[in-house]
Structures are given as structure tokens and as C-alpha cells.
């Protein structure tokens, strides 16, 4: 089968863009991809922060004058 004179012969260059893109999303994990996070819930992601074991509350002072250190 020859190709016709409209038609011109495929040498692949116009797939390099196409290739550009599959390679970005093999970069992005398969969870993210399956189970996207917001980016606006990403964004207001509350930071941990550390706190008393369970067990250790002091009950006869107040919870503002309680901290982590155990002196």
C-alpha cells in the first residue's frame, strides 16, 4: 500500500508530545491518580502536632498548665 500525495509519510516526530505526556502521568502514582486529593483539602491539611499519652492527664491541674514535659 503506498500513501497518497495529501497523506505524507509518518516518521513519528508528531508523537513526541504524546510521549511527553505519558511519561508525566507514569511520574504521578497509580493512588493519587485513582484517589485524587483535593488540591484546596491538600492546602488546608492540619499540621499534627504532639500530644500527652493516653493516661498521662493530670486531673488536679488546670489543662492550661499542663505541657509534654514530664517534670
Do not use: C, F, Y
Amino acid at each position: 500500500m503506498t500513501s497518497t500525495p495529501e497523506s505524507p509519510d509518518l516518521d513519528g516526530s508528531d508523537l513526541a508530545e504524546l510521549r511527553e505526556q505519558i511519561d508525566a502521568l507514569k511520574a504521578i502514582p497509580e493512588e493519587e491518580l485513582v484517589n485524587p486529593l483535593p488540591t484546596r483539602v491538600q492546602e488546608h491539611e492540619p499540621i499534627p502536632t504532639p500530644s500527652d499519652a493516653v493516661g498521662s492527664e493530670k486531673w488536679n491541674e488546670p489543662a492550661s498548665d499542663e505541657s509534654l514535659d514530664q517534670s
